[in-house]
């Protein structure tokens, strides 16, 4: 015993005679009491946030009965009439008065022997088979009707005067008054004596208020990019009819500096030509009283003239 005494005595006084031993002892105490130091104010710090951001969150004053409204409805994104599993595509696109004239042809229906600008888009299967039409918006059904030109018709209405129209259905499965959502299936797409060349189909408009827009256009878009499109669309109306009524106004005042001139100018010339050629009522200027007589002394020398030769000849 005695002996393994003295090894394990003789290897610690080896180990502490080592250069590296007390450097790394001394950090080896550092570093356990920088670590209890961190993991205290840790703990400190976290009690002291969770106490702020409590008295934060108390602050607050939430209304427990108030609703909370989905963003999705706040602004709804608008969708296909058509599910994309339907392999439906547009057959008949909307008339553009700014498209190019291929565009423009492709936007027009033949009814009658006439052809008609199409205020929305026709949508139609590969197949020719029928398939279901959806909701674009959620809304408001505000009319369901059977239309003889346009075969079954059902619109939409929704927030800020927007409406949706679905023409040319079969199989109505909604009615006036009711609220559908976004995606719900109104009907099934038919035909209609209006495009009656297009067979098995759905006509789809978007109303912006009274105006038909380009559905394609605003597909995948927000609600809102519909009131500023009106909003441009107004403010170029209002551009339109101003610069029409200053338009209007300058041709009428243009007619009425002519007349002025014209008034202006006339009696100048009416005075210089009174002027110049005397009025018939007027007498000729008289001539003098010098000029007068003397054609008169002429004329009573004459007769003496004449009496005397007739003496002198008498007396001869």
Excluded at 35 to 42: E, G, K, P, R
Excluded at 83 to 93: C, L, S
Excluded at 154 to 165: A, D, F, I, R
Excluded at 194 to 207: I, L, M, S
Aim: proline share 4%; net charge negative; charged share 30%.
């Amino acid at each position: 015993m005695k002996e393994k005494n003295n090894v394990s005595k003789s290897k610690w006084k080896r180990l502490f005679r080592k250069k590296w031993f007390f450097p790394a002892l001394y950090l080896g105490i550092s570093a356990l009491l920088l670590t209890a130091v961190l993991w205290y104010q840790s703990g400190t710090n976290d009690a002291d946030q969770a106490e702020e951001d409590k008295g934060i969150f108390d602050s607050l004053s939430f209304d427990d009965n108030e609703e909370a409204t989905p963003v999705a409805e706040q602004d709804e994104v608008v969708k296909s009439p058509v599910a994309e599993d339907a392999e439906a595509t547009v057959v008949t696109k909307f008339y553009d008065h700014n498209a190019d004239s291929e565009s423009q042809e492709n936007a027009l229906v033949l009814y009658d022997n006439k052809y008609y600008q199409s205020t929305g888009v026709d949508y139609a299967a590969a197949d020719g088979g029928s398939f279901e039409v959806l909701a674009a918006l959620s809304g408001t059904v505000t009319e369901v009707k059977e239309d003889a030109l346009h075969g079954n018709v059902v619109q939409l209405e929704h927030k800020n005067g927007v409406t949706t129209y679905y023409a040319s259905l079969e199989d109505v499965k909604v009615e006036a008054g009711q609220e559908v959502k976004q995606g719900d299936v109104l009907a099934a797409a038919g035909q209609s004596l209006f495009a009656k060349d297009k067979a098995t189909h759905v006509h789809f408009e978007v109303r912006n208020g009274d105006t038909a827009v380009n559905p394609e256009t605003f597909l995948n878009q927000p609600v809102s990019k519909l009131q500023e499109a009106k909003a441009e669309s107004v403010q170029e109306d209002a551009a339109d009819t101003a610069g029409q009524t200053e338009q209007q106004q300058a041709d009428t005042e243009a007619p009425a500096d002519e007349n002025t001139d014209a008034e202006a100018e006339a009696p100048a010339d009416e005075n210089a030509d009174a002027e110049a050629a005397p009025s018939e009522d007027e007498e000729e200027p008289k001539p003098d009283a010098g000029e007068e007589e003397a054609p008169k002394q002429d004329d009573e020398k004459q007769p003496e003239e004449d009496a005397t030769s007739s003496r002198s000849s008498a007396q001869t």
